[in-house]
Each structure stands twice: as C-alpha cells, then as structure tokens.
C-alpha cells in the first residue's frame, strides 16, 4: 500500500456511502437497540477485523476530530495500532491516547473506564450483533422475535445457566435491554463494562460490517444488563488491585510473567494506567 | 519481568517488510510478471474476477502477484479496490445465444445441431505429470478450427418445442437487477439476487454444496442440458446517443442443467432448470452453481424441502462468501485476553461454588 493520501476522499469513504451509514445511525439512534441493515462496504481490511466501526468513525469523523482507537482497553494492540494508522493516513484527522481529549473513540471489547463527556462518541467494533444469534441461528426469525418483543428463548437461557451452573454463565457479550425495548449484544465486551452502558453521556455506536448491521444508543438512555430479581446482574472482575496503578476498581488483565506460571494483574485501560501512576 | 506491550507499531512495520521479501523469493530466479500470470495462469485469472466480482486480468493477475498466489488474499485486494470504483449504471441483458464459444457440450443429447465442441479442456487428459515441463516450456501453436467462430442455438431451446422443460420468465421484479455490493443481503432473496451471490460465492463452498445434492441431501436429478465457454459482448446504453455500445468482450462460462421434476400440486411434471453463469472459464464453479441454484428454487417450484443444506437460502447465501469467511474465522487469532479474563473469572468462581457445596 503506497498510495498517497491525495487517492482517497477524507476518511477513505466516498460521500454518498458517508450518507448513506448516517442515515443508518440517525434511525438507529431513533430506535434505540435496533438493528439496522446497511449496505457495509468492502474496506481494506478484513471482515471481523473492525469493518463495521471503522465505517461508523469515517461517516462521524470531521477535520476538527480527535481521535482514539483501543483494543482490549489498550491504545497500542496491533489490531488498533492498523486502525489508527489507517484514519492518519486517508483522513489526517490529530489522534490521541487521552480518553478525555477524543471526540471519537473507535473500540474492540472495552468501554474506556474515564467517565465519557456528551461531546464523545463511541464507537464499537461488533462481529455478531443479534443477541438472539446463539439461541436461534437463523435471521429471518430472530428478526421477528425483536419485532414481538418476543424474549422469551433469552430469559429461558440465563434461567438454566442458573439452574446448571448456580449463576448466569455469560462472562461477555452480555445481553442488555435497551429504552426498555430492544434486547442488545453490547458487542463482546466484559460484563464488567456493562454498568458504563446505562445513562452515558456520550452517544454509543455499534458497526457491524460483516453482518451488515448498525445499531445505537443515544445518550443518557436506560440500558439495563437482563437478570433476576433474585440473581441480580453482578459486574464482575478479577478481585486484585492493579500491580502498576494500585487502582482496585477497574478491569484487570491477567499476565503470566514467567515458566512457573506467576500472574501479575494490571489495568486493561492503558490509558487510564497511566493517568493513575503519575 | 513484565514490559507493558510497547511497539506494536514498528513490529507490524517489520512484519510487512518481511511479507515482501518473502514474496519476492529468491533473487537469483526472475522476478514474475504480471504478464507472465495473465497469460499463463488464466483459470486463477478467472476465479480472481469472479469471486472478486471485477473482470479485469490486468489486475487480478496484479492481485495473485501481490497475494503470492493465495487466491482468496488476492480477491481480497480486488474487492476492496473495485468497492471504490464508481458505478456508472446497469449493462443491457448479456445474450449467451451471442457467445463465439471455445468450448460448448451437451450430456443430454448425442447430437446437437452445431455438434459438441469439446475446446480446450483438461476432460479425458490422462492425469499424469508432465515432466517435460520442468525444463521445456516450448508447445506448438494450435489452429483452432471454423467450428469456434460460430454461435450456437442453446440445447434446451430444443426440449422447449415440446413445452417439457419449463420456460425462464423475468418477473418486473427481476428486470431491475438487484445490487449485493450496494444493498444489504435480505432473506428471502430472489432468484436473481441469489444467482448473484452464488457467482461470487466461493468455488470450494458451492463444489461441496453441490456435492451434497448429489449424495441425497437435496437430491434433484440433474443433467448438463449445456455447459458452454466462450466470449460475449457486454453492451451499455448511453442515453444521451439513445443507442447501446459495446462497453466489453468478456470470457464466460455458462452451465444450464435439465432436472427431473416429478410435478407437484401447483406445476405438471416437466422439467425443470438450474443455471449457472461465472467469470472466465470456471466450469466447475458454473456446474456447481447450477446444481445449488436448482436446490435453493424447492418453494418456487412447491416441491416439499428435504431441509437439505443446499436448500436453505439462508444457509447457502449467508455463508458462500470466502472473504467474509475468511475475515471472519481467522479473526479469532486477534486478541481476545479481555473476553478470555472474563470467562476465567467466572469459571473460577463457578468451580469455587461446586467445591464449596460439595464440601459442605
Ligand atoms: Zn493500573
């Protein structure tokens, strides 16, 4: 890939696909939770490699934008690292590794642990967006049940987890409810993120390429993890205190440093690391 | 000692300069050209294009050379070039009756007027290495004969004068073609949707789809009415002329398969069709996607559904596509520790929970 940056519109996209995704986000902010088809468009990278929010962020992104892109809560995974690379060169638009500082921030599997601002958008990478996907495979039908509010299959699901395994057995891609409507995979992030969903200031995309979907929640909007009056949703995480911050209340990666198998936990949001050392 | 994961931007750097050596071999043999695979390496040539849904050898032959020959990489390249291209309208209908064919057989008939025409096929080779090729290149040229400057009437055109084989009828909603790059898939798809995601669906996929039918799961009985390759004029009109130009030449492969059908409460019996229509010459692919087309028609033709894999449009269309699957599958080797951590978690407490009762 040697081409320059004067072979591509901003943001590689042309303007009428741009259209085209912000039609898509603005009926999937007006129906919150609701998956809307959209003509994905083949990017230079693969499907299931972050198509989906990267097609999102080119439609959102203006000159003035500043943006970060994680993966696993980390600024510098290769994954991340390529995305990044990939919006300096077709749109020249400043980035960052300060939540607080990005207007976009494009993730894979982690909501940042800093608080969002209404003037942030987050973006999320999803490769499978029906949450429905693993009870019932087939499209055509999982579209109905969404359509009768029909969730039944879901809350028979997380009832046997509790009945085999004595808790709801969905560590993440946790189902969440959304405006007290639409049953939503909030894209395979830990549950532990899920608390961060409800009532964000910031507005929250969902692109999925391959699959052809978009979804959204509009800021400030109820999205509530599905459990039981008597086994409430539990945001779990490793109970061990950050090795490089001392924080004890984020989400914590597990890294084994040696043959003999020692584990060192640390914080999976480099960024906010990083702001807790100094 | 843990060091925080620092670099991944000069080790992806490296990574890519690596990639190009290694694509480049050694250097004491001749850099390969592109002409050298356009010529040469045609039926790759013919699955780039069409499974890259582009008909342009230049640049497939381009793609191989950059892909190093792994031919899904390198419909890869061709898709997400071709998705930047403008689209300039819809091309008039293609007349296969128009085909200057190389290659046109019937299995149905001993005979047919126009003759079989066998052309340039691996059929009845004997599969055996040709060793003089590993230090030979040197063929003589072939003369085709007159035979391959003619256009052939299509065979089941024949069986229709006896109204025994069911006529293909465009629906107004099949006149205007629907767009798999431009719309999202929707299920259920129409036959002319579904005829154009099995022509970019992958050739491995459909061959085992096919197959499949064969072996009972679907069964539907075919016959190669008329497998035929050759080359066919593409027109587009220009309004502001008011008359269509030639826009193209292109190499095709077509494949009408004649199936039995043993009639059902809405149809007589009478047989039935399966097509199939694929870029360059790719008779495998053009066989195969006539087999699965006649498959996914059951509900048109109100047979009853075995529940055959071949039968599920959802099945078949959703998963056809090799970049999607390919992506797809092969990015459960990004990181995923996040997902993993989390499900470590909560093994960890379920088996704590099972000891403890089980102690208890
Ligand atoms: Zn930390």
Redesign the pocket.
């Known amino acids: 890939m040697s081409n320059s940056e004067e072979d591509f519109n901003f943001a590689y996209l042309d303007e009428q696909t741009k259209r085209m995704i912000r039609r898509a986000l603005i009926k999937a902010l007006c129906i919150p939770g609701y998956q809307v088809p959209f003509a994905s468009r083949e990017m230079p990278m693969p499907y299931g490699w972050g198509t989906g929010g990267v097609q999102v962020t080119a439609a959102c992104l203006q000159e003035t934008d500043v943006l970060k892109v994680i993966d696993q809560g980390s600024d510098d995974t290769t994954n991340a690292v390529s995305i990044r690379k990939f919006f300096e060169r077709v749109a020249g638009v400043k980035t960052t590794e300060n939540t607080g500082k990005a207007s976009v921030i494009q993730t894979r599997h982690r909501i940042p642990e800093q608080v969002l601002s209404e003037d942030q958008i987050l973006v999320y990478q999803v490769p499978i967006p029906e949450p429905l996907r693993f009870l019932e495979p087939r499209e055509t039908e999982t579209r109905v049940m969404h359509a009768l509010e029909e969730y039944g299959l879901m809350h028979v699901k997380l009832y046997e987890d509790i009945s085999i395994n004595g808790e709801i057995s969905t560590a993440y891609a946790y189902p969440v409810k959304v405006n007290d409507r639409y049953i939503m995979d909030p894209s395979p992030t830990p549950k532990f993120d899920n608390p961060k969903m409800n009532f964000c200031p910031a507005i929250q995309l969902f692109g999925a390429g391959r699959e052809q979907r978009i979804y959204a929640v509009p800021p400030y909007t109820k999205v509530i993890s599905l459990d039981f009056e008597d086994y409430p949703f539990e945001a779990s995480r490793a109970e061990k205190t ?6 004890t209340n ?1 989400y914590l990666d597990e890294v084994v440093i040696d043959d003999k198998g020692t584990r060192m936990f ?2 999976s ?1 480099s960024d ?2 990083n702001s ?2 100094s | 000692m843990y060091v925080a994961v620092k670099g991944g931007e000069r080790a992806i750097d490296n990574a890519h300069r690596w990639l190009e050596d290694e694509r480049r071999g050694d250097r004491k043999v001749t850099d390969l050209s592109v002409d050298q695979i356009k010529t040469q390496l045609s039926l790759s040539i013919a699955k780039v294009m069409a499974e890259g849904s582009l008909f342009d050898p230049e640049l497939a032959s381009l793609a191989i050379k950059q892909a190093r020959g792994d031919l899904i990489e390198a419909i890869f390249l061709i898709r997400a070039y071709r998705t930047t291209l403008p689209r300039f309208g819809v091309g008039q209908p293609i007349n296969t009756d128009k085909m200057i064919a190389k290659r046109r057989i019937s299995a149905t008939f001993k005979d047919i007027p126009g003759g079989q025409l066998l052309g340039p096929t691996f059929d009845y080779t004997h599969r055996l290495l040709d060793f003089k090729l590993l230090a030979d290149g040197s063929i003589d040229e072939f003369e085709p004969g007159k035979d391959t400057e003619q256009m052939f009437q299509h065979v089941t055109q024949f069986l229709n004068n006896e109204g025994i084989i069911e006529t293909e009828e465009t629906s107004s909603s099949e006149a205007e073609s629907p767009d798999l790059t431009r719309q999202p898939l929707e299920i259920p798809a129409n036959r002319a949707l579904r005829l154009q995601a099995l022509t970019r669906s992958d050739e491995g996929f459909l061959l085992g789809m096919a197959y499949s039918t064969q072996r009972g799961f679907g069964r539907n009985h075919p016959f190669v009415g008329e497998l035929r390759i050759g080359l066919i004029s593409v027109e587009f009109e220009i309004p502001e002329i008011g008359f269509n130009i030639e826009i193209a030449e292109i190499e095709i492969s077509e494949c009408e398969t004649v199936n039995q059908f043993l009639g059902s409460k809405t149809h007589p019996p009478k047989f039935t069709r399966g097509y199939g229509f694929v870029f360059g010459q790719s008779e495998r692919k053009a066989i195969s996607m006539a087999l699965v087309d006649r498959a996914l028609r059951w509900k048109e033709l109100g047979e009853v559904s075995d529940g055959a894999p071949a039968q599920d449009e959802e099945f078949v269309l959703y998963h056809g596509d090799n970049i999607q699957a390919t992506g797809f599958v092969e990015h459960i080797k990004l990181p995923h520790y996040v997902d993993f951590q989390a499900e470590l978690e909560l093994i960890r407490k379920i088996r704590k929970t099972a000891f403890e009762a089980k102690k208890g």
């Open positions: 950050c090795e490089i911050c001392g924080a984020t640390s914080c949001d906010y690391c807790q050392k």
